[in-house]
Each structure stands twice: as structure tokens, then as C-alpha cells.
């Protein structure tokens, strides 16, 4: 049992050219490997396992999946070795209970886990499991399970939830890239005022994000939002919420990373 609360941090991964480039996002992220108490444990809730049902990573040896394409070869070539840990597993099955949660043992660490990862902790020797994000469940359900989670934080565990508050890959601008568009601001300026809001599912303006008038063009699918909610439901009221790094890249992907505690 740890004596120190973890933090729980939402980070705007982006692409995954991340792991290989210097910029100020992965400066960022470094920063926070040398600035954050060190967990006994991390668990990642990644917006590339979207699934229907819930399901933990239960192996003690989880593979590196590289689930992209089109990149070069160096970026298939990382692997991140982190131990799993069965037992972590078993606790989070026992916290979600009576939810059904799937031991599983075929996934492993995708790259909106391991992207990030790799440069907060790069010797990648704090054992770590993933989370699946339900995808038939409503948002008010993800900001209810960051809430059971929450007791992870006093045991020596880090959550980290990885995605992108603002993420429409068909509205991309390959040219004139640093012009955002005025609903991808709109959006993310909207997440940033209400992320020091705390109350309940039903009363939390960024779980009812839905009624923003740009919701559906920031977040066509919610996949990339949904983690933002496990990390504010995992929130206690006494926690500060700060941001490490924010930005826009190509008009239309938030980078905006949260920090709770």
C-alpha cells in the first residue's frame, strides 16, 4: 500500500510518430517521467481497445502491438517490454464487480498506451496493464467506472488514460496545418473551462459533452474522448487539476493532456 496518492493523468497521444520525434509534447512527457512519484503499478485505458464488453490484460508478458500502417519501419521495430501483472488484473475485476470483466490474455499494450509510455517511462519496468473501453456503454457509464477505479490511486497505482479531446481524422489539413479549425477550438476551449468541475455523471458538463453544439465534428466516433472521463471520474474533489501540455495539430487533433492530482 502506497502512502502517496498517484496522480491520474489524460494524454493526448496523437500520432504515433511521437515515440520517434522531439517536440514539445514528448519534451512534455518526458517531464512528467522525472517529475511524477514513482507507481508500483500503471493502468492504461487506451482509445485504440474499443470494444463491446469489458476486458483487462491479465498476462504477465504482454506483446507490443503496433496497430497502424503506413509508418516507417523504425516505429514497427519498438517494442515496450513492460511486465503485466495478473494480480493488478484480478483487483480491477473485484473493483468493476458485479460488472463482467474478461480476464484476457491475447491483447496486449497498443500504441495509444505504449506511444506514450515509451517516453515517460522508457525503461518500461513498472508492470502495466490495459483496459478495454466499452463501446455500446453511454459516457455518464466510462465517468462511473473512472469513479470504482479511483481506489487504485491509494494503492500505488497510476491511471493513465490516453485518446484525444478533439480527434477527426477526415477533416485533417495536410497544408496550412497550424490553422485550426474554429469548431475544433470551440470544442477544446469548452473541455478545458469545465475540466475543474466536480459533481456527478448527470450534472458534469464535459460527461454531457454531447450537447455542444461541435461534438459531433470534434468527436465523430467517441473513442478518443471516452478516456478523458475515466481520468475525471478517478478524480477526488480535494485534487488539482492542471495541464502539461496542450496544442492543435492539423487543424482538427487535441493535444490537450490533463493531470488530476
Given amino acids: 500500500m502506497s502512502s502517496v496518492r498517484m496522480p491520474a493523468l489524460f494524454l493526448g497521444h496523437g500520432s504515433p510518430m511521437n515515440v520517434l520525434e522531439d517536440n514539445r509534447y514528448t519534451h512534455a512527457w518526458e517531464q512528467l517521467g ?28 504482454p506483446r ?3 496497430d497502424f500502417g503506413g509508418f516507417p519501419q523504425a516505429l514497427f521495430d519498438v517494442r515496450y517490454p513492460a511486465p503485466g501483472s495478473p494480480a493488478l488484473a484480478q483487483r480491477i475485476i473485484d473493483l468493476l464487480a458485479p460488472l463482467p470483466v474478461q480476464a484476457d490474455q491475447t491483447w496486449g499494450f497498443d500504441h495509444g498506451a505504449w506511444g506514450v509510455l515509451a ?7 513498472i508492470p502495466l496493464v490495459q483496459l478495454s473501453i466499452d463501446g455500446s456503454q453511454p459516457a ?5 467506472q473512472g469513479r470504482q477505479l479511483a481506489a487504485l490511486r491509494d494503492e500505488g497505482v497510476m491511471i493513465i488514460a490516453s485518446g484525444n479531446v478533439v480527434h477527426n481524422l477526415r477533416m485533417l489539413r495536410w497544408q496550412g496545418a497550424d490553422s485550426v479549425y474554429p469548431w475544433a477550438e470551440s470544442f477544446n476551449q469548452f ?6 468541475f466536480y459533481g456527478t455523471a448527470a450534472q458534469h458538463p ?7 453544439e461541435a461534438a459531433l465534428l470534434a468527436n465523430p466516433t467517441p473513442e478518443h474522448y471516452l478516456p478523458l472521463l475515466y481520468i475525471l471520474g478517478a478524480r477526488r474533489e ?6 502539461p501540455v496542450e496544442g492543435m495539430e492539423m487543424g482538427a487533433i487535441s493535444m490537450l493532456s490533463v493531470q488530476a492530482g
Fill in 34 to 61: 522525472k517529475n511524477l512519484p514513482r507507481p508500483r503499478a500503471i493502468l492504461a485505458i487506451s482509445a485504440h481497445w474499443y470494444t463491446r464488453g469489458t476486458a483487462v490484460t491479465a498476462m504477465q508478458n
Fill in 64 to 66: 507490443t502491438i503496433h
Fill in 119 to 125: 517516453r515517460i517511462y522508457p525503461e518500461a519496468d
Fill in 140 to 144: 455518464a457509464w466510462h465517468f462511473e
Fill in 191 to 196: 473541455v478545458r473551462d469545465n475540466l475543474d
Fill in 206 to 212: 464535459l460527461v454531457n459533452y454531447q450537447q455542444h
Fill in 238 to 243: 480535494e485534487d488539482a487539476v492542471t495541464i
